[in-house]
């Protein structure tokens, strides 16, 4: 599947906010896909935050360092830059981990932001902490991300960018606050337009004055 790419359309929309309705391929659950722009804002705010908590927790070890709080590991920073620069890489993967576990599970802070949660396509079940720790790791090797991420949003996509198993659903659809999707009126057009078409053309069986007058 494409990163692009979505599940078919259902033929109904949500009774809310009008977004298109799909399944989940498995379950056959209805759910809402969160809008491509969004969905790249919350991940733009997960981003922040972790670079924030990141921040922070090596400003602390350097002041740790500087002030010799650490002991004999102060010196031993202080004297080898390979070593001190092996603990500030420890610290960010260590938080991205910790960020992505919470992602996948009870999600981050651009989910809470902006009503959101990434779950599987085939089911609608969360990555969970494990999955969801190395998922934000991994992300942190792809520095095209933003690029693909703005990419999805344009093209009005919402799938994750890089897992195309996983999609950002609308947590604050009428589908998720319990109402019934609605038809929608494009798909009804169309189909009047093509019984609108079809009553038009000359019947090929039975008695047809047009044909036979």
Known sequence: MSIFST???TGLVDALNGRPVRRHTETGAFYVPKA???HFWGRTLDAIVVVAVAGVLMGVLNSLVQNFALGSLSYSLMSSTALYA???AAIWFLVLFVYGMICGTVGGAGDAAFGMRGVRISDGTTAGAL???WRAVCWSFAPLYMVM???VAVSGGNGDSFEAKFT???LRSGLAKGMEPVPDPKVAAKAQQER???EQLPKLYGNNDGLHG
Do not use: M
């Open 86 to 88: 092996t603990v500030l």
């Open 168 to 170: 950002a659903v609308d």
């Open 36 to 38: 491509g722009w969004s």
């Open 196 to 198: 609108d078409a079809q």
């Open 149 to 151: 991420a703005i990419a």
């Open 131 to 133: 999955h969801g720790g």
């Open 7 to 9: 599940p078919s359309s």
